[in-house]
């Protein structure tokens, strides 16, 4: 026998509205993650009389913690046919490499009766001093952030930045990729965010509105571009786009994550549910035309502002390019 290796298995589950992770560890001595089972019935994938699915491995990933490798893996039946639960089939057959992303991932850290870290006295005062704040009467959780971008770092995702938000004890970081890598990508930063938080003794919220009140929500803005946009950019082009995410605004909706509509409310840099817009620099609209794109001849991307931090990033990527490439 070879080098016996970890193998950390990660999978989506089939709980609703969304989906939660799941993962286990394999030891072998073969060079590369092999197919693997599971047991549908305790994830609410099958009957307890017919319960094996399987894990068909797509993207592998150095482990950062305790076992050689990451596996991010998608789901089938046991007759080898794509499982219902499984989104990143949908989302495969319509991206390319050509697609970029950048996925802006907001969360909050919480203690374990579930308030946000810093809250523990009660509610604080109102916001102002904490996005992009420094002091320890303006941060809570920074070591813990900071350790998820070194994990994320040394896995080979591709984070591009990390900072305190709006809400005290509300976090967010930017993970870029290419094509459908990307929500791979995405969802095994957010497996690393839990891991990490766990090693601290804290959890991790991506609800899209955990505090009501005058507090922001969490979101997850998704810039995109393709190589059109980038490259041979006009302001027609990036105005048609919009107007054609516009034409199926409700179905983009239903993509972008449930409860979104106590976080879309018109209020705190949203615009309303029920509402599509877009704009230059506009931060309230739907869709934003960044600056970048305008003073670079209009060759850039842009920004949908519209999907919820607890998003599925499978279901973002094939509602924006399914979209765009009709």
Not at 56 to 70: A, R
Not at 247 to 256: K, L, M, Q, S, W
Request: charged share 25%.
């Amino acid at each position: 026998m070879g080098d016996l290796k970890k193998y950390e298995y990660i999978w989506l589950d089939g709980f609703q509205p969304e989906p939660s992770m799941r993962s286990k560890i394999k030891v072998t001595d073969e060079d590369t993650p092999p197919e693997w089972s599971f047991d549908g019935s305790s994830t609410q994938q099958a009957e307890g009389d017919s319960s094996d699915c399987l894990l068909l491995p797509v993207q592998t990933y150095e482990s950062p913690m305790y076992s050689d490798f990451l596996v991010m893996t998608q789901v089938h039946s046991a007759d080898h046919k794509t499982h219902p639960s499984n989104t990143r089939a949908a989302a495969d057959a319509v991206v390319s490499d050509e697609w970029w992303f950048g996925f802006e991932q907001e969360y909050f850290f919480t203690n374990k009766d579930g308030s946000p870290l810093g809250w523990e006295e009660g509610e604080p005062r109102p916001q102002g001093d904490y996005y992009c704040g420094v002091g320890a009467d303006n941060v809570s959780g920074r070591e813990v952030s900071e350790a998820h971008l070194d994990a994320c770092l040394a896995a080979g995702i591709n984070l591009t930045g990390t900072n305190a938000e709006v809400a005290l004890g509300q976090w967010e970081y930017q993970c870029f990729g290419k094509g459908i890598k990307a929500a791979d990508d995405l969802w095994v930063s957010r497996y690393l965010l839990y891991k990490v938080a766990e090693e601290y003794g804290v959890g991790v919220n991506i609800h899209p509105k955990p505090k009501k009140g005058d507090w922001n929500g969490s979101g997850m803005h998704t810039n995109f571009s393709n190589e059109a946009m980038r490259t041979a950019g006009s302001e027609e082009l990036f105005s048609s786009m919009c107007d054609k995410l516009g034409e199926v605004h409700a179905e983009g909706i239903a993509a972008y994550g449930s409860d979104n509509d106590q976080r879309l409310t018109g209020l705190h840099e949203t615009q309303k549910i029920t509402e599509f817009s877009y704009g230059v620099s506009d931060r309230g609209a739907s869709i934003r035309i960044p600056v970048y794109t305008v003073e670079h001849d209009w060759n850039g991307y842009l920004e949908d502002r519209r999907p919820a931090s607890n998003a599925d990033p499978y279901k973002i990527i094939a509602h924006i390019v399914g979209t765009l490439t009709k």
